[in-house]
């Protein structure tokens, strides 16, 4: 057999490393051009997004690319505007993610912005009900898509009782809040800070709390957006990183910042925040196993395309690749 000469064999080493690497980082590539512009949401139920917002860490992180902020009212709105391109970066609950997915958008979680108990089923201080069974009938406001109607299912299903059992009414966060103090509707699936100003300012009361049926909240991006730009993806959770370890060693900060941001008294941001946790921004095995256990509610109330098969949804939409805790100490 005709040896092959040094620099033959040379080149083929390096193409075959090249493609090693390659096959063990499928997203590696050449160094990416910034985009023109990057779109994220901020939102009170995010208080890390208002802390990188209001330092302008990812301006200084991108100084070529324009940085557009966009405010979300919930995970609906935070979806429609990720899945219309309003925004590049999304903030919203992981379930009301999967669902996005499920039904057929094309997006993929990238970071973990708080882990926070911050949805619960509140009624009015003079309120008769006491459980769940007593909400037979009755009326709850709950933003269709986000993580407070999904925890209303949740709840409803362990009473025994079906969406069919109670009138949902579909309001905005802010706009249930009004709806239960004014007594339009008997209960509300709330959303802090809108619940802890409820709490604080009306008296109203929670019917039914349980962490374990709060999804985590998520970062998500298009599937284009992961594929054209991962670097960008990397600076940007770099910046969320610094906003999220900034959070945690200066908590009365974070507070003022809330209040100051969402309009509301520094005891409802307080009230929020003691709710909140900001310790573990990776996505890792436990968010898969959290997120399929509660997918079964998406099926059984026919939230999702029928032959959908949740899991894989799940699979498909965590990216766990990027490491933001790294990239922020680089």
Known sequence: MKSLNPITRAARLLAATTA???????????AETAPAEVKLDYAYYSPVSLALRHFGWLEKALPQTRVTWVLSQGSNRSLEYLNSGGVDFGSSASLAAVLSRANGSPIKSVYVYSRAEWTALLVRKDSPYKSLADLKGRKIAATKGTDPYLFTLRALQQAGLGKNDVELVHLQHPDGRTALEKGDVDAWAGLDPHMAASEIQAGSRLLYRNPDFNSYGVISVTEQFAQEHPQTIETVLGAYEKAREWALKNPDELAALLASESGLPLDVAKLQLSRTDLKNPRLGPQDLL??????????????????????????QLIDSRFNPVAVAHQ
């Not at 090693?20 to 050449?30: C, F, H, I, N, S």
């Open 20 to 30: 090693l690497v390659l096959g063990l980082q499928p997203w590696a590539q050449a």
């Open 290 to 315: 959290a997120s399929k256990a509660a997918a079964p509610i998406l099926v059984s109330e026919e939230l999702v395309r029928r032959g959908v098969n949740v899991d894989q949804v799940i699979d």
